[in-house]
């Protein structure tokens, strides 16, 4: 069974900068692609960015050039590093694994950004 574990939100002011983390258990995360969603209030919840299994990522325009993700298969995690944050950014992210057609998802964490 998948299970995905997020930690690092918390509140930043305006151009300043967190690292999401996202911990997987499972034996199939080193084939699965990872991902980071978000979900603003009012919104719909939007792809931020992901990484398959040989490392190609993609990035939603508003955040390419600030946000950075990456994964470590051996241990089994996933990062976003979030850089230049804006307050837009403001959403609670849910770190994802697909494989190879099904979603697991994580239990969010809150990102605010606010002066």
């Known amino acids: 069974q998948v299970q995905l574990v997020e930690s690092g939100g918390g509140s930043v002011q305006p151009g300043g900068s967190l690292r999401l983390s996202c911990a997987a258990s499972?034996?199939?995360?080193?084939?699965?692609?990872m991902g980071w969603y978000r979900q603003a209030p009012g919104k719909e919840r939007e792809l931020v960015a992901s990484?398959?299994?040989?490392?190609?990522?993609i990035y939603v325009d508003s955040v390419k050039g600030r946000f950075t993700i990456s994964r470590d298969n051996a241990n089994k995690k996933v990062y976003l590093q979030m850089s230049s944050l804006k307050p837009e950014d403001t959403a609670v992210y849910y770190c994802?694994?697909?494989?190879?057609?099904?979603?697991?998802w994580g239990q969010g964490t809150q990102v605010t950004v606010s002066s």
């Open positions: 990484v398959t299994w040989t490392s190609d990522t």
């Open positions: 499972g034996s199939i995360f080193r084939l699965s692609t």
């Open positions: 994802t694994l697909r494989w190879p057609t099904v979603n697991y």
